[in-house]
């Protein structure tokens, strides 16, 4: 092999690897996930790995990164279709539980990230806190627009229904990973729906 050839890194797609990471971060955690395994699931030499973004966390990080750009983001435009504010709401809840109640149901990354480090970890929690604010913000965008065209009542708290809204997001996530009924996972829907009902 000619020296030039020597030591250059094996090319490959970085979204890719990044999404193949994802899915092991996701399904295992992270304590759980080996870089070993990392690197045959993303294809890539364990140097260049380090060379693409430096440690294991770091690519957690990266990988928290890329849910939200493909998953998370998808939110806000689900939300802000034409048509009933309240109605999209209702789609978007209902699409969640569905997800939450098939029987191989991993949860959602970021709410695995949550419950994995909590708050022991400052990177970590910065990413989450500021996907939890992007989503909450979501939220309260399409229930101020139910507001505004009278789908709730205009003394309506948006802002503090947001939050809820967001946390019992999180609570069906975490309902579908652990093995909760459908029932108990609809019921959850059926409470939301009465709660904004019922301003």
Known sequence: ??????????????????????????EKGY?????????????????S????????????????????????????????MPGSPLGNLWHCLHAMAEFAKQPESIGCFLTNAQSEF??????????????????????????DRAKDVGEISASADTAALASAIAVLRNGLMVAGRSGQSKESIDQTIRLIEGMLKAE
């Open 1 to 26: 092999m000619p020296d030039t050839q020597r030591g250059r890194p094996r090319e490959f797609d970085p979204d890719a690897a990044l999404d193949a990471a994802m899915s092991l971060f996701w």
């Open 31 to 47: 304590d759980a996930t080996s870089v070993g395994e990392l690197c045959d699931a993303m294809g890539i030499a364990r140097q």
């Open 49 to 80: 790995m380090y060379d693409w973004v430096g440690d294991k966390k770091a690519l957690y990080l990266k990988t928290l990164e890329r849910y939200c750009t493909t998953r998370i983001c998808g939110l806000r435009d689900m939300l802000a």
């Open 118 to 143: 909590g708050v022991s970890d400052p990177d970590v929690l910065a990413h989450t806190q500021q996907v939890e604010t992007f989503i909450t913000e979501a939220f309260q965008d399409v229930l």
